[in-house]
C-alpha cells in the first residue's frame, strides 16, 4: 500500500505500481478484458450522491424507529435507487455506484470534513463556470485521480471528481448528520474517558495517526459468500423469516428486530439486483449487434435468477460473489475487503461445469479476467485523513490461494492455477494475490505462482500457512477455535490474518466444505503507533521537540543506562496504548450503535444463526482488535546505536546526542528541503561539527545483517510487543495482539519525527514494513536479512511484513524460476511469515539512479560477477536500463 | 605470490543467493588476489593481492579527513577552483594492515577492499546460508584465483565437503599442479576458464603479473586442464568468456573443442563479456582496457555455441544453463 505517487519505490503491503512493465513471459489479456482496461485507465475516480441521499433521506423520515430497523430501511433506499450501468462486453454487472469507478461519502461516519470544506466547495462550484478546458489537461496527471477542478467537476479530497450540481447536495446531506455522525457521538463520549488529553496529545504529535471507529469501521477482513451461494437471496430471506417466527415475543428480543433488519436489506439488495436485469433488457432491446444483444439478453436472464434463486453455475456464482462483494462496500468505508479463497469457494460450480462442457479454460479465464477489472474498478470514499494517509485509492481486496483443505490436504487446485493466469495476462491492481505457503502444496502451482510474481506486479505474496495457523490457535482457542477449522484461514486486506470457516456447501447432494471469513474487522483498535517518535519522546522526557509541546508527564528516569532507555520508553508505549484502546473501544461502540453492520453480518457465520449482528459478537469468532506498529527497523537500530555509541563504546553522552538529534545531524531538514528520503538531504553550514556522530550513528550495528547486538535488541522489542498488546481488551472484552505493517504510515510518521539515533535525518520516511531493512543498511545479502527477520517468532504477531527488491538478472529463465522458489521456500522454512518482492523493471532502474541509497542492496547478477546496482556507475546503469527495456519487448 | 598464513584467508566479497555460478542457490567466496589479469575482468579487486581503497570521488566531500589519519601520508588532495581530486600512494596503501582512511571517512566515499577471515568465521556463514540455499545449493569459491591461497581453499574445501556441503571452484587455470592436488578429493565441481591458444593474444590481455615467468602460462592452463580432467571425478565444465576480435574466432574455437574432447570431457559455458565492472575500475584508480571489446551479439553467440556442438560439445550459453 502506498500512497504517494512519488515515492512508489517504497512498496509494501500489497502494492503494485498501477501500470506495470511485465518483463519475462509477457502475455495479453483477452480482447474483452482488454477493452475494460482501456476503459478503466480512462476512467476518473468519481463520486456519486445517489446513495448517500436517499439513505439520509430515509434515515430522517423514521425518526424514533428502533435503531438497526432504521439503518436497515436506509440502506435498502439506497440499494433501490443506484442507477443501474451496464458496460458494452461485461459478463459481470453491477458496481459501488453509476459510474465506472464511483464511490460516494458516508456522512454518517463522519460529516466533519465537509462540513469544514463547506465554504471552499461553494466557491469552487460557483467559479466552476469560469474554468476553462485547459485544465482538464493537467487532470491527465496522477492516472484516474481528479486532481484539480475543471469544466463543471470539482476535485475533492484532490483524489474524487464531483459533478457541480451534486455539490449543494453533498453539503445538505452532509449536514443532516452534524452530531449525529459515529465520528462526533465517538467523539463526544471519548472525551470521558480518564487521560483524554493525552490521547489528544498523541494524535496531535503524530505518535498515533488515525481513530479507529469512523474512518475504515470495516475491512481488512475476508468475506463469505457462502450463504448467498447456497440459499439465494430468498432462501436467507426465509432462514430469517423463521428465526424471527422463533424469537419474537421471547427475551434476548434483540434477536428480532436482526432478522427483521436482514430481512429490509435484503429486498433492497434483490431490487438492485432486479433493476441491473431490467436495464440489461432495456440494453438489449436498442443493441444492433447480434452478438452484444444475447450477451445482455443472458446477463439479464442470469441476474433475474440470481435476485432470488441460488447461482446455477460458475458463472452466476462469481457474479453471486461480486455482487455481495459490492453490497458489502456499500454498506460501511471499507478498506481491505478480502475475497478469500475464490478459487476454493468457486471449485464445486466451475468443476461441475467443466464435467459438462458448459465451460472450458478459455472461457473461465476470460471470466477471471473481467473478475480482476471488476475489482480493479473498487473505489473507496473514506474520511479524508484516511483517503489520503493510508489509502491512497487502493483497496486491498486480497484474493488468497493454496493451503490447506480442512482435511490437511493440499487445497489449491485447477481454478487456482487459472486465477494466477489471470493475473499473469491480465496485470491489474485488484484483487492482488497472496499464496499460503505450506510444503504440501504442489510443485507445479508453487512455480505458476513464481511465474506470476516474476512478471514484476509485486504479486503475489508469499505467506506461510503454518506461521499462521500457529498465531490463530494461540488467538483464537480461547473462542473455541480447533486446528481443523484454523485451516480456513485467510489474509483479510493488505496481510491480516483472519479466521475463517468451513461452510458445507451442498451441490448435486454432495458436500464441498468451503472456506470463508468467520470474524469482523481486523486492523481496528489502536492505529499505527510511531516508535521513533516515542523513543524520541522518552529521551526528551516526555517532551514532543518538534512542536515544543508536552504528550506525556515526565518518566522520572535518569537514562544513565541503556536499560533506562528501554523501560522509559516501555513506559511511554504502554499509556499510549492504553488511553487509545479505551478511546477506540468507544468510537467503536458508537459505529455498532448508529452504524450497525447489516449486509456483513448478513455473510458472516453466526450472525444468522445467533440472531446478532457482527457489533453484538454475532460472529464465531470476535478477537480482531489489535494494536499497529510503524517504524520497527528505525526504533531497533537507533537503540542499537544509543546502546553501542553512548553505553557501550562511551563515544558520546545522551546529552551530546540530544544536541546532534535537534540539530539534525547538520543538515536541512525534510521539510526544508522539501524531499523525504536520506539521499537527498542537503547539509548546513555547521554539519562538520556533526560529521563524526552521523557517521557513527549510520556505522553502528544494523538490523538485517545477521548481527547479533542489533538483532537481539529487535528480539526484546518483539517479544515484549507481542506479549503486551495482550493486556489490552477489545469492545468485545477480548485480548488485543499486534499487528505489523506499515500501510503507508512510515511516509507522514517519519515527517514528524526528528533525526533519530541510528543516523536517519529528520522528517525523512521510516523503512516500511515490519522485519524489512531500513533502506540502504542490509549490506549482506539476502540470507544475513532472513536470519535478522527470523530472530524471533513471526507467530507470535497477527503479520510480519519483508520487502524485497530483486534484479531480473537473478530469477531470469526456467532455473531463475526454480532457483527464486528456493528463495522464497527458504525464508518461509525459517519462519518467515510473509515476504514479497519487486522484480525491478526498468522505471524502477530509474529511479535507483536517481536515488541510490534506498536501492542499496540491490545486486546485479551475472555470472562471477560482484557488484552492487547501485555502484555500477551512470553509464553501465543507463546500458543494463536500455537492455531491460529491450527485453520487455 | 602471497602465501597466507595456515590460519586466515584474503577475501573481498562474501555473497549469497548466488545462482549463476553451479547448481541452485549458493555463497560465492571471492578471493583477493589472481595470477592472471585479464583485461576484461569484471572484478578488478579481486587482481591484486593486497588491500585496496575503493574511492568514489562523487560521493567525497574532500574534508581531509582521510589525509589527516594516514599515518604513511600515502593520500593527498590537491585543491583548484573547477575540481578537488584526491590521490593515493596505491604502493603504500597496499602495506597498510590498519586501513585508518576509510575508518575516518564520514562521506562514505572511502573503502577498503579486501579483508581477511579465518576458516571458523567463514564457516560459519556458509552454515548460516547453508539453511537457505534449498536442494542442489552449496559454496562456489571463486575471485580473483582461489589456488593463490592453496592453504586456505584446501582447509575450506574440506571443512564443507566433510560437512556434506556441495564444493564447486572456478579456476583460471594458471597455478602449480600442487597447489591443486590435495584439494581435488574435496571438490564436486569445477568450472575451469579456457581463454584463448594464441600466445601472444593471450599475454597482451591477461598478463601483467604473472607468477611462473618460466613456464608459458597457455601450456600450464592447459596441462592442469588436462590433469584435472583426469584426476577429478566430479563434473568439470569448462568456461569461456567470448571476447569478440579476441577469442571467439573459428579457429580459436575449433582448437578450443579439439582440447575439451581431448580431455574426455564434453561442456563448455560461454560467459559473453560485459561491461558491469567497469566502474569499480574507477573506483580502484586503474583504467579500464577492455571498453573498445563489443559485447557479442545473440547471433554471434549462437554461431558459436553451434560450433561447439558439432563437435558433440554440450555448450550453455550466459546464465541459460540447466543447472
Given at each position: 500500500m502506498n500512497t504517494d505517487p512519488q515515492s512508489h519505490i517504497n512498496y509494501y503491503g500489497c502494492e503494485p505500481g498501477k501500470e506495470v512493465s511485465p518483463r519475462e513471459g509477457k502475455r495479453q489479456p483477452t480482447p474483452r478484458a482488454n477493452e475494460a482496461r482501456e476503459l478503466y485507465f480512462e476512467t476518473k475516480s468519481s463520486v456519486s450522491m445517489e446513495f448517500p441521499y436517499w439513505?439520509?433521506?430515509?434515515?430522517?423520515?423514521?425518526?424514533?424507529?428502533?435503531?438497526?430497523?432504521?439503518?436497515?430501511?436506509?440502506?435498502?433506499?439506497?440499494?433501490?435507487?443506484?442507477?443501474?450501468?451496464?458496460?458494452?462486453?461485461?459478463?459481470?454487472?453491477?458496481?459501488?455506484?453509476?459510474?465506472?469507478?464511483?464511490?460516494?461519502?458516508?456522512?454518517?461516519?463522519?460529516?466533519?470534513?465537509?462540513?469544514?470544506?463547506?465554504?471552499?466547495?461553494?466557491?469552487?462550484?460557483?467559479?466552476?463556470?469560469?474554468?476553462?478546458?485547459?485544465?482538464?489537461?493537467?487532470?491527465?496527471?496522477?492516472?484516474?485521480?481528479?486532481?484539480?477542478?475543471?469544466?463543471?467537476?470539482?476535485?475533492?479530497?484532490?483524489?474524487?471528481?464531483?459533478?457541480?450540481?451534486?455539490?449543494?447536495?453533498?453539503?445538505?446531506?452532509?449536514?443532516?448528520?452534524?452530531?449525529?455522525?459515529?465520528?462526533?457521538?465517538?467523539?463526544?463520549?471519548?472525551?470521558?474517558?480518564?487521560?483524554?488529553?493525552?490521547?489528544?496529545?498523541?494524535?496531535?504529535?503524530?505518535?498515533?495517526?488515525?481513530?479507529?471507529?469512523?474512518?475504515?469501521?470495516?475491512?481488512?477482513?475476508?468475506?463469505?459468500?457462502?450463504?448467498?451461494?447456497?440459499?439465494?437471496?430468498?432462501?436467507?430471506?426465509?432462514?430469517?423469516?423463521?428465526?424471527?417466527?422463533?424469537?419474537?415475543?421471547?427475551?434476548?428480543?434483540?434477536?428480532?428486530?436482526?432478522?427483521?433488519?436482514?430481512?429490509?436489506?435484503?429486498?433492497?439488495?434483490?431490487?438492485?439486483?432486479?433493476?441491473?436485469?431490467?436495464?440489461?433488457?432495456?440494453?438489449?432491446?436498442?443493441?444492433?449487434?447480434?452478438?452484444?444483444?444475447?450477451?445482455?439478453?443472458?446477463?439479464?436472464?442470469?441476474?433475474?435468477w440470481i435476485s432470488s434463486k441460488p447461482p446455477r453455475s460458475f458463472h452466476e456464482a462469481l457474479q453471486v460473489l461480486w455482487l455481495f462483494h459490492v453490497a458489502v462496500l456499500n454498506e460501511d468505508a471499507i478498506s481491505g475487503l478480502s475475497p478469500g479463497r475464490v478459487g476454493q469457494v468457486l471449485y464445486p460450480y466451475?468443476?461441475?461445469?467443466?464435467?459438462?462442457?458448459?465451460?472450458?479454460?478459455?472461457?473461465?479465464l476470460e471470466l477471471l479476467e473481467c473478475m480482476r477489472i471488476k475489482f480493479t474498478e473498487i473505489d473507496c470514499f473514506a474520511s479524508m485523513g484516511v483517503v489520503g494517509g493510508v489509502l491512497s485509492g487502493n483497496t486491498f481486496n486480497n484474493l488468497c490461494l493454496g493451503g490447506l483443505l480442512k482435511d490437511g490436504t493440499s487445497a489449491t487446485n485447477e481454478l487456482e492455477m487459472l486465477i494466477l493466469e489471470a493475473g499473469i495476462t491480465c496485470d491489474t491492481p485488484q484483487p492482488t494475490l497472496s499464496v499460503l505457503y505450506d510444503e504440501k502444496l504442489p510443485e507445479e502451482f508453487l512455480l505458476k505462482g513464481v511465474e506470476c510474481t516474476k512478471i514484476g506486479t509485486g504479486y503475489p505474496a508469499w505467506v506461510n500457512n503454518q506461521v499462521a495457523l500457529e498465531f490463530l490457535i494461540g488467538n483464537y482457542a480461547h473462542e473455541g477455535m480447533a486446528l481443523e477449522e484454523a485451516r480456513a484461514w485467510a489474509i483479510g486486506g493488505c496481510l491480516e490474518t483472519s479466521p475463517g470457516s468451513w461452510m458445507p456447501l451442498e451441490l448435486d447432494n454432495e458436500i464441498h466444505w468451503i472456506p470463508g471469513g468467520s470474524a469482523p474487522a481486523t486492523s481496528v483498535g489502536v492505529h499505527f503507533l510511531n516508535l521513533p517518535k516515542l523513543l524520541e519522546v522518552a529521551l526528551f522526557d516526555g517532551m514532543d521537540m518538534r512542536t515544543g509541546q508536552r504528550v506525556f508527564p515526565s518518566h522520572g528516569y535518569k537514562l544513565n543506562s541503556y536499560d533506562e532507555i528501554w523501560q522509559a520508553f516501555k513506559v511511554y508505549f504502554s499509556r499510549a496504548c492504553h488511553v487509545l484502546t479505551l478511546t477506540n473501544n468507544i468510537q467503536h461502540d458508537a459505529w455498532r450503535k448508529i452504524s450497525p453492520s447489516l449486509v456483513n453480518s448478513m455473510l458472516k457465520p453466526d450472525c444468522l444463526a445467533k440472531g446478532k449482528d457482527i457489533g453484538q459478537m454475532g460472529c464465531r469468532y470476535n478477537t480482531t482488535f489489535n494494536i499497529e506498529s510503524c517504524g520497527t527497523a528505525n526504533l531497533v537500530n537507533s537503540l542499537s546505536s544509543l546502546k553501542q555509541n553512548v553505553f557501550t563504546e562511551n563515544n558520546y553522552s545522551l546529552d551530546e546526542y540530544r544536541k546532534a538529534l535537534l540539530a539534525n545531524f547538520g543538515y536541512k531538514t525534510a521539510q526544508e528541503t522539501g524531499s523525504y528520503s536520506l539521499i537527498d538531504q542537503v547539509p548546513t553550514e555547521d554539519y562538520r561539527d556533526w560529521q563524526k556522530i552521523h557517521r557513527q550513528s549510520l556505522d553502528a550495528p544494523k538490523f538485517g545483517n545477521d548481527n547479533q547486538f542489533v538483532d537481539e535488541i529487535m528480539k526484546d522489542w518483539e517479544d515484549w510487543f507481542c506479549d503486551m498488546t495482550h493486556n489490552y481488551r477489545s469492545l468485545y472484552d477480548q485480548p488485543m495482539y499486534a499487528c505489523q505493517i506499515s500501510v503507508s504510515t512510515h511516509g507522514p510518521m517519519g515527517a514528524v519525527t526528528l533525526a533519530s539515533p541510528d543516523g536517519r535525518l529528520s522528517g525523512t520516511t521510516f523503512s516500511d514494513g515490519s522485519v524489512s531493512a531500513y533502506p540502504g543498511t542490509d549490506k549482506n545479502g539476502p540470507y544475513a536479512l532472513f536470519n535478522s527477520a527470523t530472530c524471533w517468532n513471526h507467530a507470535k504477531s497477527q503479520n510480519s511484513q519483508l520487502n524485497m527488491k530483486i534484479h531480473?538478472?537473478?530469477?531470469?529463465?526456467?532455473?531463475?524460476?526454480?532457483?527464486?522458489?528456493?528463495?522464497?521456500?527458504?525464508?518461509?522454512?525459517?519462519?518467515?511469515?510473509?515476504?514479497?518482492?519487486?522484480?525491478?523493471?526498468?522505471?524502477?532502474?530509474?529511479?535507483?539512479?536517481?536515488?541510490?541509497?534506498?536501492?542499496?542492496?540491490?545486486?546485479?547478477?551475472?555470472?562471477?560477477?560482484?557488484?552492487?546496482?547501485?555502484?555500477?556507475?551512470?553509464?553501465?546503469?543507463?546500458?543494463?536500463?536500455?537492455?531491460?527495456?529491450?527485453?520487455?519487448? | 605470490m602471497v602465501q597466507t598464513k595456515l590460519a586466515k584467508g584474503h577475501l573481498f566479497d562474501i555473497q549469497g543467493f548466488s545462482v549463476h555460478d553451479g547448481p541452485g542457490c549458493r555463497t560465492l567466496i571471492f578471493f583477493k588476489g589472481c595470477s592472471l589479469a585479464c583485461a576484461w575482468c569484471s572484478n578488478p579487486e579481486g587482481i591484486s593481492f593486497f588491500p585496496e581503497p575503493l574511492y568514489r570521488n562523487s560521493k567525497c566531500t574532500f574534508d581531509g579527513l582521510?589525509?589527516?589519519?594516514?599515518?604513511?601520508?600515502?593520500?593527498?588532495?590537491?585543491?583548484?577552483?573547477?575540481?578537488?581530486?584526491?590521490?593515493?600512494?596505491?604502493?603504500?596503501?597496499?602495506?597498510?594492515?590498519?586501513?585508518?582512511?576509510?575508518?575516518?571517512?564520514?562521506?562514505?566515499?572511502?573503502?577498503?577492499?579486501?579483508?581477511?577471515?579465518?576458516?571458523?568465521?567463514?564457516?560459519?556463514?556458509?552454515?548460516?546460508?547453508?539453511?537457505?540455499?534449498?536442494?542442489?545449493?552449496?559454496?562456489?569459491?571463486?575471485?580473483?584465483?582461489?589456488?593463490?591461497?592453496?592453504?586456505?581453499?584446501?582447509?575450506?574445501?574440506?571443512?564443507?565437503?566433510?560437512?556434506?556441503?556441495?564444493?564447486?571452484?572456478?579456476?583460471?587455470?594458471?597455478?602449480?599442479?600442487?597447489?591443486?592436488?590435495?584439494?581435488?578429493?574435496?571438490?564436486?565441481?569445477?568450472?575451469?576458464?579456457?581463454?584463448?591458444?594464441?600466445?601472444?593474444?593471450?599475454?597482451?590481455?591477461?598478463?601483467?603479473?604473472?607468477?611462473?615467468?618460466?613456464?608459458?602460462?597457455?601450456?600450464?592452463?592447459?596441462?592442469?586442464?588436462?590433469?584435472?580432467?583426469?584426476e577429478f571425478q566430479g563434473r568439470l565444465i569448462f568456461r569461456l568468456p567470448v571476447i569478440p576480435g579476441f577469442n571467439d574466432d573459428k579457429g580459436n574455437i575449433s582448437e578450443m573443442a579439439r582440447f575439451i574432447l581431448s580431455t574426455g570431457r564434453n561442456e563448455v559455458n560461454l560467459l559473453p563479456l560485459h561491461h558491469l565492472g567497469r566502474e569499480k575500475y574507477n573506483l580502484l584508480g586503474k583504467k579500464y582496457q577492455a571498453s573498445d571489446y563489443n559485447i557479442p551479439a545473440k547471433d554471434e553467440l549462437q554461431e558459436i555455441a553451434d560450433q561447439f556442438a558439432s563437435f558433440g560439445i554440450t555448450c550453455y550459453t550466459g546464465s541459460e544453463t540447466p543447472f
Open positions: 439513505y439520509t433521506r430515509r434515515w430522517e423520515e423514521l425518526e424514533g424507529e428502533i435503531p438497526i430497523i432504521r439503518r436497515a430501511e436506509a440502506l435498502k433506499s439506497g440499494f433501490e435507487h443506484l442507477t443501474p450501468t451496464i458496460y458494452p462486453g461485461e459478463l459481470l454487472a453491477m458496481g459501488k455506484a453509476s459510474f465506472l469507478r464511483g464511490s460516494y461519502p458516508m456522512p454518517w461516519l463522519s460529516e466533519a470534513f465537509f462540513m469544514a470544506a463547506e465554504d471552499k466547495l461553494y466557491m469552487e462550484a460557483q467559479e466552476s463556470g469560469k474554468l476553462t478546458a485547459d485544465t482538464f489537461t493537467t487532470m491527465g496527471k496522477g492516472g484516474g485521480n481528479v486532481t484539480k477542478s475543471s469544466g463543471r467537476v470539482i476535485s475533492i479530497a484532490g483524489k474524487f471528481g464531483l459533478r457541480v450540481e451534486e455539490v449543494p447536495i453533498m453539503l445538505e446531506v452532509a449536514r443532516k448528520w452534524k452530531d449525529k455522525s459515529v465520528d462526533d457521538v465517538g467523539h463526544k463520549y471519548e472525551q470521558l474517558v480518564p487521560g483524554y488529553k493525552e490521547k489528544e496529545a498523541l494524535m496531535r504529535s503524530v505518535i498515533c495517526m488515525f481513530d479507529s471507529g469512523y474512518t475504515l469501521p470495516q475491512g481488512r477482513e475476508v468475506m463469505n459468500y457462502y450463504y448467498p451461494l447456497q440459499f439465494g437471496i430468498d432462501g436467507i430471506i426465509r432462514n430469517c423469516e423463521e428465526g424471527i417466527a422463533d424469537v419474537a415475543g421471547y427475551p434476548e428480543m434483540d434477536r428480532l428486530y436482526f432478522y427483521k433488519a436482514v430481512i429490509l436489506m435484503l429486498e433492497g439488495i434483490k431490487q438492485w439486483v432486479k433493476n441491473y436485469a431490467e436495464e440489461a433488457i432495456f440494453l438489449a432491446s436498442i443493441e444492433k449487434q447480434e452478438k452484444q444483444k444475447t450477451e445482455y439478453l443472458e446477463m439479464a436472464e442470469r441476474l433475474e466451475w468443476q461441475r461445469d467443466m464435467k459438462n462442457g458448459s465451460i472450458d479454460r478459455e472461457k473461465s531480473p538478472s537473478v530469477v531470469k529463465g526456467r532455473e531463475g524460476s526454480r532457483k527464486f522458489l528456493e528463495l522464497i521456500r527458504a525464508y518461509l522454512r525459517k519462519g518467515g511469515f510473509h515476504v514479497q518482492f519487486n522484480i525491478v523493471d526498468s522505471r524502477m532502474l530509474k529511479q535507483a539512479q536517481a536515488d541510490p541509497d534506498k536501492f542499496r542492496s540491490l545486486l546485479v547478477r551475472v555470472a562471477g560477477f560482484t557488484q552492487y546496482w547501485v555502484e555500477l556507475g551512470k553509464q553501465i546503469q543507463d546500458e543494463v536500463i536500455a537492455r531491460t527495456e529491450y527485453e520487455e519487448l | 582521510c589525509m589527516k589519519s594516514c599515518p604513511h601520508g600515502a593520500i593527498s588532495i590537491s585543491r583548484n577552483e573547477q575540481n578537488n581530486t584526491l590521490t593515493f600512494d596505491r604502493g603504500t596503501c597496499a602495506k597498510c594492515t590498519t586501513y585508518d582512511c576509510a575508518k575516518a571517512c564520514c562521506s562514505g566515499a572511502l573503502n577498503i577492499a579486501g579483508f581477511e577471515i579465518s576458516i571458523e568465521d567463514l564457516y560459519a556463514t556458509i552454515n548460516r546460508d547453508r539453511q537457505y540455499w534449498g536442494p542442489g545449493g552449496g559454496i562456489t569459491l571463486t575471485g580473483g584465483e582461489p589456488f593463490t591461497q592453496p592453504e586456505f581453499a584446501y582447509n575450506l574445501l574440506k571443512r564443507c565437503f566433510e560437512a556434506y556441503i556441495h564444493t564447486a571452484i572456478e579456476t583460471c587455470g594458471n597455478v602449480p599442479w600442487k597447489n591443486y592436488e590435495k584439494a581435488l578429493p574435496y571438490i564436486d565441481w569445477i568450472f575451469f576458464d579456457l581463454k584463448t591458444f594464441n600466445e601472444s593474444s593471450f599475454h597482451n590481455l591477461t598478463i601483467s603479473q604473472s607468477h611462473h615467468s618460466t613456464h608459458s602460462p597457455i601450456s600450464l592452463i592447459l596441462e592442469n586442464a588436462r590433469r584435472i580432467a583426469k
